[in-house]
């Protein structure tokens, strides 16, 4: 028979070796998954992308979208050096930041709020955000959540269309397809540089 009295008892148990804690409706929660770092050739395309892709949209931005929020709203014509702040007149010593306005500093800020909403919509399109399950648990949440994204997202494409379409009035024989065509390719372009971010940020690399 074998003899248990030769064991050591002082032998570590194992529980240090399960998860511990407890998770939602008192189940064991599990340990988080170790990220792997990403390899170098994944960091140098991502970097690459965004030197290319990322000065092309954020020029489009100041250029055409900027001129589009100066079309409807025309207090954003005002220059930043004549704001009430101290040192903002300084901005008008400097070549080619005396023309800076509220219009590009908008601009760039709707840029910066719609490439982050695209993140996000993308994110719960691939059921890995919280927001999506709201439609069931908290429909008021939801339906919150997506209207503001909407709103801002075609408020954009707006800004972007009223902005071509005011440039392109100098052009000769323009159809009115042209700004039309123009803004879908910027919006789609904005949706795909969102894309490509939100899956370099939530691979299981890090």
């Not at 009295?5 to 407890?22: H, Q, S, Y």
């Not at 008021?140 to 269309?161: P, S």
């Amino acid at each position: 028979m074998f003899d248990r009295r030769g064991l050591n008892m002082d032998i570590e148990p194992f529980d240090d070796a399960l998860p511990t804690g407890v998770g939602k409706n008192g189940s064991v929660a599990m340990p988080k998954a170790i990220r792997r770092r990403k390899p170098f050739k994944t960091v140098l395309k991502f970097w690459t992308v965004n030197l290319i892709a990322a000065p092309i949209l954020f020029t489009l931005c100041l250029s055409v979208a900027a001129q589009g929020i100066r079309e409807l709203v025309s207090v954003m014509q005002t220059r930043l050096y004549r704001l009430p702040f101290p040192g903002a007149e300084m901005l008008r010593d400097y070549q080619g930041f005396e023309r800076l306005d509220l219009s590009h500093l908008a601009s760039a800020l709707l840029f910066l709020a719609v490439t982050f909403i695209w993140m996000r919509v993308i994110e719960e399109a691939k059921g890995l955000g919280p927001v999506s399950q709201y439609l069931q648990s908290h429909p008021i949440a939801f339906w919150i959540y997506a209207t503001i994204a909407a709103v801002i997202i075609v408020v954009d494409g707006v800004v972007f269309y009223f902005g071509l379409a005011a440039r392109s009035n100098a052009w000769t024989e323009t159809s009115i397809y042209v700004p039309i065509g123009c803004t879908l390719l910027y919006v789609a372009g904005t949706a795909a540089f969102a894309a490509f971010h939100q899956d370099y940020h939530q691979s299981d690399q890090i």
